[in-house]
C-alpha cells in the first residue's frame, strides 16, 4: 500500500491515478461515517463528495501531525453536519413527545438485529437526535464539542442524546417484537 | 444527566467500525471533474507578479536616486507645513539604502493614466501628491516592459527612467514649489521645511518567520517608530507583514515620516518533536521546505555528538544514532539554507525525540 505522504505529495501534484488511489483507499470508510448522518444514500454520497472536495482543497495545508484517516473523518462529519443543518428548518425540536414515551431500557434487543436495520433505525431518527447521537456515541466529542460544533448548548446536547437514545431503542424494541412474532405467525 | 456511553451507543459504535460501504462511481466521477483535483501551484511568493514587482523596486529607487541628484536647482523650499516622505520599499538585497530626496520637485507631469499602486505592490515609493501619480504612471510602464521571465534586468528600469525623466527636466512650465500645479487634476501642494537629509535603512526587509531585521533612521535629532521606540536603530521581529513608520525630527523641528514595510514570509518548517516507533507517523524528524535552492543539517545529541547530517531537504532523521535507536530526549539541529531569492539562512533549534 502507498504511504499516506506520497499519497499527498502526488494529489498535490495533480496526479489523477494518485488522486483516485487516495479517494478509493478512505472513500468506503468515509462514506460510512456520511451514511450515519442522512436519511437517504444519495444524500450521504452528495457529502461524500462535498468532503472530499473539502479535503482535496485543504489537502495542501495537512500537516504531518496527525492521522490522516482522522483528519479526513473530521472533514467529513463537519461537512455532513453543515449540510443537515442546512436541511433543518427548526433545530432541535422534533418529535418531542415521541421520544417521552415510557420504555424499557435495558432490554438487549440490539444483538439479533443487522447493521442495515441498525442504520435503518438511526437514519429514520430526526436530525438532531441523529447528529447529537452519532457525534457522541459513534464519534466521541464531548457534550462540549457537539456544542459547539452544533451551536447549541451543553444541556440541549445532553437532553436531546437522551430523547435519541430512547427514541432509537424504542424503534429498536418494536423491529425486535415484530422480528420475533413474525416467523411465530407464520408457523 | 447521563454522561455515560450508553450500551446501545457502545453497540452502534462497534457495529459501524468497519462499515465500509462502496460509494456509487458517480461520486469519483463527478469528484474527478471538480477543480480542487487540479493540480495545485505551490505557493510561491517567486511569481512573476512579485518579479514585476521587485522591478518596479529597482525603477523606483532609480527614479528617487535620480531625483534627488538633480533637484537641487529646481526647488525652493519655503512655505510652511509638512512634507511627508513616505518610503515604501521592499529590498532586493541586503543593506539597501534609499534616501528620499532633500527637497520635493514640482514637476509638472505628463502621464495621464493614473494607476494607482496595488495594495500587492510593495515597492512604492511615494513623493508628494504630486509626483505620485507620475511614478505610478511610470510603474504601470516598467511593468509593461519588464519580461515577466526576466528577474532583476535593470534594463528595463533604466530605459524607463530615461523615457519619463527626460520630459521632466524638459518640461518648460515648471511651477514654483508654492504655485498650484497646472495640471487640474493634480491636488494643490505645498511645499514644507523637510529634514535636509533623512535616511531610513533596513538590513532586510524580506525575512523569513522567526527571523529579525534592523531598521535604522538618521538625519535628524530624534525618532519616533510606529513601535514607540525612540532610538534611531530598531530591531524587529514581526510574526506577519508590518509596515513600520518612523518620524524623523531634526534640530530646526521640521519632520519627515518613512515607512519601511517588512514582508515576513515562511520558508521552512521544523518539527519540534518525532516520534520513531515505526507506526509510520511521525516516525521521521523531516524538514518541509519551499523553493529552498540549497539545505543542510546537522543535528547533535545534548554530548555534542553529531548523530545527522543531510544536505537533502527531503531526507530526513529516523532517529537511529550509528544504526541503533537514539536516546529519547532532546536532540539539536542545525540547518542552513537558502531561499528561492538566494538569500542564506541559518536556523537553530531544538528538537525532542520520543517514544
Known sequence: MIPDSELIKGCLEGKKEVQKLFYQKYASTMLGICLRYFQTREEAEDALQEGFIRVFTNLVNFRNEGSLEGWIKRIMVNTSLNLVRNQMKHQFHMDLEEAENDLSEDEDITSNISRDEMLRLLQELPNGYRMVFNLYEVEGYSHKEIAEALAVTVSTSKTQLLKARKLLQKKLNNLNREAVSAPAQKK | ?355
Not at chain 2, 522567526?210 to 513601535?227: L, Q
Not at chain 2, 541503533?324 to 542564506?344: A, F, V, W
Request: glycine residues 6%; proline residues 8%.
Open chain 2, 1 to 355: 444527566m447521563d454522561n455515560e456511553h450508553s450500551k446501545l451507543g457502545q453497540h452502534y459504535k462497534e457495529s459501524f467500525q468497519d462499515f465500509r460501504p462502496e460509494p456509487s462511481p458517480a461520486v469519483w466521477e463527478k469528484l474527478a471533474q471538480h477543480p480542487a483535483l487540479q493540480a495545485t501551484p505551490k505557493p510561491s511568493w517567486f511569481s512573476p507578479v512579485k518579479i514585476g514587482i521587485f522591478t518596479t523596486a529597482i525603477v523606483a529607487v532609480s527614479i528617487l536616486v535620480y531625483l534627488s541628484i538633480r533637484n537641487t536647482p529646481v526647488a525652493v523650499v519655503n512655505a510652511p507645513g509638512q512634507v511627508e516622505t513616505l518610503i515604501n520599499t521592499e529590498a532586493i538585497s541586503d543593506n539597501q539604502t534609499v534616501t528620499p530626496p532633500t527637497t520635493p520637485i514640482q514637476g509638472k507631469t505628463e502621464v495621464t493614466t493614473v494607476a494607482k499602486p496595488t495594495t500587492s505592490s510593495r515597492a512604492v515609493i511615494e513623493q508628494e501628491k504630486i509626483n505620485e501619480k507620475a511614478v505610478a504612471g511610470l510603474k504601470e510602464k516598467s511593468i509593461e516592459k519588464s519580461e515577466p521571465t526576466l528577474a532583476f534586468v535593470p534594463k528595463p528600469a533604466v530605459a524607463a527612467v530615461t523615457s519619463v525623466a527626460t520630459p521632466l527636466i524638459t518640461s518648460p512650465a515648471k511651477p514654483l514649489p508654492h504655485q498650484t500645479p497646472e495640471t487640474t487634476e493634480t491636488p494643490a501642494y505645498t511645499a514644507a521645511p523637510a529634514v535636509s537629509n533623512p535616511v531610513v535603512t533596513c538590513r532586510d526587509t524580506m525575512i523569513c518567520l522567526g527571523e529579525n531585521t534592523t531598521i535604522w533612521a538618521s538625519g535628524g535629532e530624534s525618532y519616533v517608530w510606529s513601535t514607540g521606540e525612540t532610538l534611531p536603530m530598531i530591531t524587529v521581529n514581526p510574526s506577519a507583514s508590518t509596515t513600520y513608520r518612523v518620524t524623523i525630527t531634526d534640530a530646526l523641528g521640521s519632520q519627515s515620516n518613512a515607512t519601511v514595510e517588512v514582508q515576513v514570509a515562511i520558508c521552512i518548517y521544523v518539527p519540534n518533536a518525532f516520534t520513531p516507533d515505526g507506526d509510520n507517523l511521525n516516525d521521521e524528524f523531516i524538514v518541509k521546505g519551499e523553493n529552498i535552492q540549497r539545505f543542510s543539517m546537522v543535528i547533535f545529541a545534548r554530548n555534542g555528538q553529531l548523530v545527522f547530517e543531510s544536505n537533502d531537504i527531503q531526507k530526513g532523521w529516523d532517529g537511529k544514532v550509528k544504526g541503533n535507536m537514539g536516546e529519547p530526549g532532546s536532540y539539536t539541529y542545525k540547518i542552513n539554507y537558502i531561499d528561492s531569492l538566494g538569500k542564506s539562512h541559518e536556523k537553530k533549534g531544538q528538537l525532542l525525540l520520543l517514544r
